[in-house]
């Protein structure tokens, strides 16, 4: 391997603490190649909405030994490309930082005086498991909920997020909500969030979830003015929940019936970002009470739903959602494919051209002893643009000792592109990293 200088474009030092975790970017100020104009929030807007690059273009470069051309620039997945080298380039490498000093009993305010090589600070939640990846002018970290960026979610709510800040300014620009599972901590442990990094190519972003999802969005969010995703998603802003006043539950779903909004409920709706003024009509069809109001002198669609103790509601994601998560498809890999994980999901996936290649993680349960899904795939490739399953593969079968949350690796292997999996049996993997055929891969070594 060649010598070459390391450097981060935008590095980031997690501080965990017990209110909250803050992540501290440092900034060389002598590095050329940070001298590229960046987008800033007030430029997102404008910006044209970029396409993804066709297949052509999104091969790693090589050079004549068949190894990966490392530039200086961003830092898109997990170990930089997929050969995980974790070696970047650059010059003037600052070595030394201070953080300076955060407030936590003033939401964290961050005091630079005394701080080194410190270019902002941003808040995140209370763990932080996710690498940070910088792509395009944005930083991506997973984290769970205890920032409480949205206001539909405070920050006593447990989820897993995928933050985006503004590489520039550190500003928070959106945030993807992966709400926890039923099924609690056997396949979706408390405060752990999202524990793996994004992969981010062109205007395109794929993680893992924390609810055993692979997941893509589009980088710009909502602030291109397009919604990339399917049509009608309509995502929870609050829960009602009867025993915490049982006399304002009844009379909530009593007041939908006649076809309005207690007064209870307006003020939830306030809470949660949404102010209605005046009375909508609700109207109700089957098991939902549906609505459609101004708020913020824009049309916005709600439904309300009552399942045991909880009414909820929902609202429906527009581009108006500045801060919310621009959704093009999800993949479930615990309904589709049958997968168990242990506790968490967590892979940082990567690609060979449009196939992605991702570790489900599934595992053994809470007894450390069973395992439910024997057949459940352990690895698989999807395509990156449609999450269509090429191929799956459960070579660890009934020997997985207790989780896989390895992360994959692809490159040319004496002219060969392989994929390389390691297995929660204690054994490395390696498949032909294509299509494979008839939904299966070819097996290497």
Known sequence: MKSMKPFFTVFCSLALGSLATTAFSAYNFNAPILEQDQPTLSTLEESSHKETPDKSTQQIELDEQGDPVIKAGDWPQWGGTSYRNNVPVAVNVPIEWDPGSVDRRNDG????????????????????????????????????????????YPGMIDLGCLVCF???????????????????????????????????????????????????????????????????????????????????????????????????????????????????????????????????????????????????????????????????????????????????????????????????SNGLDESHVNLPAPNAPSFIAMNKNTGEVYWTDKSPGANILHGQWSSPTVGLIEGEPQVIFAGGDGWVYSFAADEGKDGNPELLW
């Open 109 to 152: 305010k961050w005091n630079p005086e005394g701080s080194k090589n410190i270019k902002w600070v941003a808040r995140l939640g209370s763990q932080s498991y996710g690498n940070p990846v910088v792509s395009n002018g944005k930083v991506y970290v997973g984290t769970n909920n205890a920032a409480g960026y949205l206001k539909r």
């Open 166 to 360: 503004d590489e520039k300014t550190g500003e928070f620009l959106w945030q993807h909500s992966s709400e926890k599972l039923s099924s609690g901590r056997v396949h979706d442990w408390p405060l752990q969030g999202i524990c793996s990094a994004p992969l981010v190519e062109g205007n395109r972003l794929w993680f893992v979830g924390s609810r055993g999802e692979v997941i893509c969005c589009d980088t710009n969010g909502h602030y291109d003015g397009k919604d990339d995703g399917e049509e009608n998603t309509f995502s929870r802003l609050f829960d009602m929940v009867k025993d915490a006043d049982p006399e304002a539950h009844t009379g909530a779903i009593a007041g939908l019936d006649e076809g309005k909004l207690t007064d209870k409920l307006v003020a939830l709706f306030d809470k949660a970002g949404m102010p209605i003024s005046g009375q909508p009509t609700v109207t109700k069809e089957e098991n939902k009470w549906l609505f459609s109001t101004t708020v913020h002198d824009k049309e916005r669609s709600f439904y309300l739903s009552s399942a045991g103790p909880k009414l909820s509601a929902f609202f429906l994601i527009t581009t108006e959602d500045k801060h919310e998560a621009d959704t093009v498809w999800t993949f479930n890999m615990m309904r589709e494919l049958g997968v168990s994980q242990h506790n968490m999901a967590s892979c940082s996936m990567t690609n060979w051209g449009d196939i992605l290649f991702v570790n489900t």
